[in-house]
C-alpha cells in the first residue's frame, strides 16, 4: 500500500481552508465576549447634579473647611441604592459670609481622599500633595493642579447643595470625567 | 545544533527564525501537526477534536462570564439578569456558553461510541480509554454545577434535589451533601463553592487530565477503523481539515439554536428584545414559592425518569437508581478494555454501550412524553372519561352508580382514567411552565426599571410586586369562595358555579357595579347568589326598589354607578363631573343608598350596610380584608369572610399588612 501524501497545491489549499473554518469557529466566542467585554465603554456616569449636602448654619464662619458627606441615590449596575453617602466635600465660608466654598475630598494628583491636617492645611496621604485651605497648591507637589472646586449653591432657606462630579486625575487641567 | 541564521530572507521570516532558534518552535509544531493518519482522515475521527473545541469554547466565554458574575444570594440571579439584558452582547456570550454545554454532551456520546464501535478503548489504549470516563464525569459536574449558577427557579430546585440525591450515599453521604451545599442550608455558599467547582477546580482538573489524555493519544496513534483501504493521511492539513469543518459545524448548529427564532421574529416583521434570545433564565431562586415547573436539564432527563422505576421504594429506591445503578454502569464501562480482551467481549461493549444510549433515548422520551403528553393526546376520545373522573373523583363505585350499574361500561370507562389522570398531570406541568415563564419575565421586567433592583435582591422585588404576589395569595386565601374570573370568558360560568362569595374580577369598576346593580344578577353567583345575603336587603333592595323607575331613572343608576367608580379612583376618567356629583349626592341622600349606607358625612350610622365612602379604594380594599367584622363593613353580618389582618393577642394574623396591601393592589389592578 502507498502511504505517502503527496504535499501540493491541494494541501495548501486544504491548509487555507482548515485555518479558515477553525478561525472562524473560534472567532464566535471570542467576538461575543470582547463585545460583551467592552460593555462598560458605552456606559456613562452618573450627570452632574446639585445634591443637598449639609444646611449653612452646620458650617462655622472661621475659614475653616468641614467634612460633609454627599448623599445620593446610586445605581450601581443591577443595583439601584436608595440614599447613601458617595463622596465628601470639603465645605468654607469666611466670617459672616453666606458664600460657600466647596471642594471634593478626591486628591488631583491620583485619586487618593484629601485629608484636613489639623487647620493648616490638607494633606493627601498617599504622595503627600499638599494643599493650602482654600484648595490652593503647595510647591512642591506631586498634584498637578490644585484640589477641585465644586459648584455651590446655598438657598434661601439655608440648604446648602453642591454640584457634585468627578475630575480626571493626574492632568493639569481641570477635565470632567465622564 | 544549527547556526544562528539571522540576516536570511524577509523580516518575517528573520523573527520566526529567531524565534526557532531560541525556542525550537517548528520542531513542536511539527511534532504537533505532521501526525500520521492510517488509511487517512476521515470524519469518524473528528469527535474528540470537537470535544476539545467545544471545552475552548466554554473557557473563553466563561472567563468572559466570570468578568460579569457575581456569586452570591442576592447578586447571582442579578449579574445574570444585567448580562443578559443590559449588557452589549450579553445575551450571545451567555447563549454560546449555555448551548455549547449542551452540545459537549452530545458531543461526548458520540465520541464514547466512536471509540467503543472501533474498538479504540482495547489494548494499549485501556488507560486513555479511562481517562476519557474521567473526562466525561467532569464534563457533567461542569453542567450540574453550571446549572445553579443563575440562582434562577430551575437551577435552585434542580441542585436542591441533586445535592440531597448526594445526600442518600450511606454513611458519608451527609456529609458530602453539607459541604457541597456550604452548610446546612442553601445559600451564598451553595454559590461560591459551586462557582469555584464549575470555573476552578472542575476545568483545572480536566485540563490536567486532558494533557495527559492527549498525550497518550499521540503516544499510541490514531486508532485507524479497519480494514484500511486508502493510502495514509497526514494529521495536518487533512483530519485538521475535517476537524475544522466539524467545528465550524458545531459552532453553527450552537448559534442557530440561539439566533433562529430571533430571526424568525424579525422576519415576521416583529420586534426583538436581545434580552430574551438564547439561554433562558428564570425567575428568582424563591425557597417558599412551589416550583412544579421543576425538571433537570434535557440531558439528565433520563436519570429523572429512571428514579420513577423506583417509585415507592423510598429512600432505598433512589439509592438504587440515583447511586447504585449509575454506578454499576459507570463500573461495566471501566471495565470494558478488559472485558474487551475475551472472544465475545467486544461485541458485549458495542451492545452494551449502545443499550444504554437506547435506554437513556428511551426513558428521555418517556420523560417527554410524561410531560407533553396533553399536547398531542387525543382529549375528545377520553371526553367522557374526563368528566365521570371529575364527578367521581375516580371512586369505583361512584363510578358505578354514574354510569347506571353498567359494570361493562364503568370498566371501559375506569381503563380510561390512568389516560385522563396522565393527561391531567401534564397539563399541570405545561400550566406550571406557563407560570413559570410568566414569572420570569415579570421579574426580567421589575428589574428593568430605572430604580433597577434593590440591594436586597431581585427576590425582594418579587415579593412586593402585586402582580406577581396577588394571583398566589388570592389563590391560597380568597379562592376558596371568591371567584376571580372576567365574566365574559367561556369558563366563567363553571368557575362561578363553584365559587360561593362574589366574583372580585374588576371589583371597584363601573363594570362591577353596574352587575351589583342588575337584578338579574345581584342574586346570582358573580355577587351575593352563594352567601348568607342572597335574601338580604341589599339583594331585595335591588330587586324592588330600584326597579321602580319613577324614583329610579335609569340616568340615576348610572349616576351612582359612576359615583361610586370615581370613589374607587378606577372609573372612568371620561365621566362628566356633573354626573358624579349627581350620583354623590344620590348615593348620600337618606332617601336612596344613605338611607342605609354611610358615605362620606352623610350622617348615617355604621353596622346596617358597609361605609361607601371610597368603595373599592385600596384603602377601603384593606380595611375589608384586614376585618370584614368591623362596623364600617358586614358587622355582624360578615358571611364566613375570615378577618385576615386581625388576630387573637399574640398570635398571628392570617395575612401581613403588606400581603394585605398586595392583594388590594392586584385586585385594583394597580402594579
Known sequence: MNHDVPDSRRGFLAKLAAVACGGLATLAPVAAGVWAFLDPLRRKGAAAEFLPVTE?????????????????????????????????????????????????????????????????????????????????????????RPMDSLECRVAENGEVAVKWQNFRTGIAAKEASS | MTPPREGRGGPLRRLADFLDDRTGWRGLMHEALYERVPGGARWRYVWGSTLVFAFMTQVITGLFLWASYSASGQTAWESVWYIQHEMTGGWLLRGIHHFMAQAMVVLLALHLLQVVIDGAYKAPREVNFWLGLV??????????????????????????????????VPVIGPAIQKVVVGGPDYGHHTLTRFFALHAGF??????????????????????????????????????????????????AVVLGVILVPAVRTMLAGGHVDWGHVGAELGAPADPSQPYAAARPEWYFLFLFQFLKVFEGWGATGEFLGAILVPGLIMGVMFLMPILGNWKLGHRFNVAFTLGLLAGVAVLTGLALDEDYYALWADKQQVAEAAKLFDETGGDEEKLLAAVGGDKAKAAAIAGQFQTVEKIRRSEAFLAAVKTARADAERAAELAGRPERIPPGGALELVRRDPLSQGPRLFAQHCSSCHAH???????????????????????????????????DQVAGPAYFGNTAHKDGDMVNFVREDLQDAETWKPADIEAVIAALAAESGLGDAKTPAATILRGRELVASDERCGSCHRFGDNGTDLGTACDLTGWGGREWLVGIITDPTHERFYGDTNDRMPSFGKAAEGAMPLLTDEQIGLLADWLRGEW
Open chain 2, 485 to 519: 374570573v372576567d365574566p365574559e370568558t367561556p369558563e366563567a360560568a363553571t368557575i362561578l358555579a363553584r365559587s360561593s362569595a362574589a366574583n372580585l374580577h374588576g371589583f371597584g369598576t363601573a363594570a362591577w357595579m353596574k352587575g351589583l346593580l342588575d337584578p
Open chain 2, 202 to 251: 472542575l476545568p483545572a482538573t480536566l485540563v490536567a487530565f486532558l494533557v495527559v489524555h492527549l498525550a497518550l493519544f499521540r503516544k499510541h496513534g490514531l486508532h485507524a477503523k479497519q480494514p484500511i483501504t486508502k493510502p495514509d493521511g497526514m494529521f495536518w492539513p487533512d483530519q485538521l481539515l475535517k476537524d475544522a469543518v466539524a467545528m465550524l459545524a458545531v459552532m
Open chain 1, 56 to 144: 449653612l448654619s452646620a458650617i462655622p464662619d472661621d475659614g475653616v473647611p468641614r467634612q460633609f458627606a454627599v448623599v445620593a441615590e446610586r445605581i450601581d449596575a443591577w443595583t439601584g441604592f436608595p440614599r447613601e453617602p458617595i463622596g465628601a466635600v470639603y465645605l468654607r465660608r469666611e466670617k459672616g459670609s453666606r458664600n460657600v466654598e466647596a471642594l471634593t475630598a478626591t486628591c488631583p494628583h491620583a485619586g487618593c481622599f484629601v485629608e484636613l491636617e489639623g487647620t493648616r492645611c490638607f494633606r493627601c496621604p498617599c504622595h503627600n500633595s499638599t494643599f493650602t485651605l482654600d484648595g490652593g497648591i503647595v510647591e512642591p507637589s506631586p498634584s498637578p
Open chain 2, 135 to 168: 473526562l466525561m464525569m467532569l464534563v457533567l459536574g461542569m453542567a450540574l454545577t453550571g446549572y445553579l449558577l443563575p440562582w434562577d427557579q430551575k437551577g435552585y430546585w434542580a441542585t436542591r434535589v441533586a445535592t440531597n440525591l448526594a445526600g442518600i
